[in-house]
């Protein structure tokens, strides 16, 4: 589970880390990631929209996600803020889809941002296999 100082909670944080981070879509998500301002702990957002499905069905994909987010702070537990926004078809992916898009996204966003390639790069088209 996340803690809370790993959590995204302004708004103006998800705006800051989706406008100047690094993109990298797949089939169920696009994920966004940011250097977090002077090394603080590696922060989350998720954005999960009505598009995704009824309460029960959003709250199953950001719990996944959430799960998916805490594997990745062992590997990278500061000077990141990350947003994952879930897509409609994640309503449909199985845990296993999900975890294999969320962890390809999150390790191209990472690159890309070491790399310090602009956000909008080639490849970040839904379903891209990079």
Do not use: W
Not at 45 to 67: D, M, P, Y
């Amino acid at each position: 589970m996340l803690s809370g100082r790993n959590r995204m909670r302004s708004s103006a944080d998800f705006s800051t880390t989706v406008r100047s981070g690094a993109r990298s879509g797949r089939r169920n998500l696009v994920l966004y990631a940011a250097p977090a301002p002077e090394q603080r702990p590696t922060a989350f957002g998720f954005i999960v929209s009505k598009a995704v499905g009824n309460a029960v069905t959003r709250n199953l994909v950001k719990r996944r996600l959430r799960e998916f987010a805490a594997l990745s702070l062992k590997d990278h537990p500061e000077g990141l803020c990350v947003v994952v926004r879930a897509l409609p078809a994640a309503a449909e992916a199985d845990f296993a889809g999900l975890g294999r898009d969320y962890r390809k996204a999150f390790s191209v966003a990472v690159a890309r941002l070491r790399q310090g390639g602009p956000a909008g790069t080639a490849g970040t088209e839904k379903g891209s296999d990079e």
